[in-house]
């Protein structure tokens, strides 16, 4: 069979779920698969988009060193991380002379954009696709006519449709946290080195619990797909390019082969200590398969567990049955409280299925640690009255929650990337897209400086309700103080570090402290947005 190694580009967590899929599937397959990851940020993008994050020499010479001798190279990335896997695909190609093939979201919805750069494109999932190209590559076979993976023949793009849905995810084999043959970029060294269980420690995200404390927790995906369709997420392109075919693109794994996932987990690596479950949301499963799971979850894995939720999918059955299992945290995409801005951005909810969702997680404080709510700004047609809508629906959440803001990012081909090139607002995709961070500085309003108000939780809400008076919100309107504002955010952000600060040295939590410092000494934060 053949060798396959695969380079991602890939966030601080190192999950990297789809090449670690391919991965434990190629090598079931026969193949002989060696993993690279590259984990960094995007915190340094600036809204001009003018950084350009670069590997160094050193860390890319070793990148071709574990390389060489591959039969092929494979490069999976998000949008974000485009400059840094263009970087890699071209010192592969000029330096070793191999064939590259590039997959992910992003290549499956520009497949010619990915053929400037790699010598295939694999569009759809790529486990049957990437095997059956391995296969033609050791027989010395045709590699233009493989199903779902695109070429170029004399200069043309040769299309061959789609890669097929895998239609039973319990047809697959766990995502591959094994460690042979696996190695990652570490940011502190400025090298890479094997994937040893104590690199994995320490790059797992720690998760808030009660009293303070932070617990390393282990991120998976039970499902693939959506069963949302918002305007602005490159999950709906996808789902839209595989309509009509047989196999439904929202999936889910059984609740056993989910359970003999995270048992695995549990011991082979015994610091971790919670479970991240990572689909965008949880909830949308029916109440039977979630009660299956929350019995057998209690029984076998026992540790606390954080997931995601819609205003649409909430319910209390669902809720009850979780927390009882060990949910701690759901964190809900809200994006507006606008009705002319959930119509742009495909939101089915109105504000009072909003309301009732945050009641819900409210009313079971102290089994819950307080939510984190999603919102979306920055959009072009977005104005102050949109946006004070949704600082208006937020004061009237119930209290503690926290606030995770992010500014629109036009993903290529989605409904929203549609309307803005249309409408000519996107002029350099490069910059304007793939460059730009997920959070801008705040714009310098009045309802921007309420949002930014909003991500306090111990301001009273007498202080929310006078400032959101009509006479208030008029006056701070007509006369605009900037200076308040950027006043407002420096002292603002100030008392947030203090107050962690002494929340870590209350605690005793060290090495909170010390991963800060280790952050900051890198000089590229990782967290976009603001939350309480």
């Known amino acids: 069979m053949a060798r396959l190694v695969l380079l991602s580009p890939t966030p601080p967590d190192l999950s990297a779920f789809g090449v670690r899929s391919l991965q434990a599937s190629l090598k079931a397959a026969g193949h002989d698969v060696r993993l690279i990851l590259f984990p960094g940020s995007i915190g340094l993008s600036q809204e001009d988009g003018s950084y350009v994050y670069r590997y160094s020499p050193g860390v890319v010479a070793q990148a071709l060193e574990l390389a060489a001798g591959a ?20 010192a592969v190609r000029e330096t070793l002379g191999l064939p590259v093939i590039w997959g992910g979201i992003h290549a499956t919805v520009r497949p010619e954009e990915a053929l400037e750069h790699a010598d295939f494109v694999c569009r759809g999932e790529g486990e049957a696709a990437l095997d059956a190209l391995l296969c033609a590559l050791a027989a010395g076979g045709d590699t233009s006519a493989v199903p779902g993976v695109w070429t170029l023949r004399d200069g043309a793009v040769v299309d061959n449709g789609l890669a097929p849905l895998v239609p039973d995810l319990n047809a697959l084999p766990a995502f591959d946290f094994s460690g042979d043959d696996q190695f990652t970029l570490a940011p502190e060294l400025g090298r890479i080195v094997p994937l040893a269980p104590d690199v994995l420690a320490r790059a797992l995200p720690r998760l808030p619990y009660f009293g303070g404390r932070l617990l390393t927790a282990y991120r998976t995906m039970t499902d693939r797909g959506c069963p949302h369709g918002c305007a602005y997420c490159n999950v709906p392109t996808v789902k839209s390019l595989f ?145 004070l809508a949704t600082v208006r629906l937020l004061a009237r959440l119930p209290k503690p929650f926290g606030l995770a803001i ?127």
């Open 71 to 90: 039969d092929l190279v494979g490069v999976s990335f998000f949008t974000n991380y485009f400059d840094r896997a263009v970087q890699l695909t071209a």
């Open 243 to 387: 309509r009509g075919g047989g196999v439904p693109y929202f999936r889910h794994r059984s609740v056993g082969h989910v359970m003999a996932e995270l048992r695995d987990i549990k011991a082979r690596f015994p610091f971790i200590e919670a479970v991240q479950l990572f689909d965008d949301t949880f909830f949308s499963r029916r109440l039977d398969w979630l009660t299956e799971f929350a019995a057998v979850y209690k029984r076998d894995i026992g540790l606390p567990f954080y997931c995601q939720a819609s205003p649409t999918t909430l319910d209390a059955d669902k809720l009850d049955v979780l927390i009882e299992a060990g949910l701690c945290y759901v964190e809900m995409g809200i994006q507006t409280g606008s009705p002319k801005m959930r119509k742009i951005f495909g939101r089915p909810e109105d504000d009072a299925t909003v309301l009732a969702g945050a009641r819900l997680l409210a009313a079971r404080q102290g089994r819950l640690l307080p939510p984190d709510y999603h919102v979306i700004i920055d959009a072009p047609w977005e104005d102050e009255t949109d946006l």
């Open 406 to 532: 992010a500014s629109l990012v036009y993903f290529p081909e989605t409904e929203l990337y549609r309307r803005a090139r249309d409408e000519g607002r996107i002029h350099h995709e490069e910059t304007e897209i793939y460059r730009r961070p997920f959070y801008i500085a705040p714009r310098r309003s009045y309802p921007a400086f309420l949002l930014y108000l909003l991500t306090f939780q111990h301001i009273p809400p007498g202080v929310y309700a006078a400032l959101l008076a009509p006479g208030t919100v008029a006056l701070f309107s007509r006369h605009n103080p900037v200076w308040l504002y950027k006043l407002a955010y420096v002292v603002g952000e100030g008392l947030r570090l203090a107050a962690k600060g002494a929340t870590a040295l209350f605690c005793g939590d060290l090495g909170r402290i010390a991963d800060f410092i280790r952050r900051t000494l890198r000089h590229d934060p990782t967290v976009a947005g603001r939350k309480g």
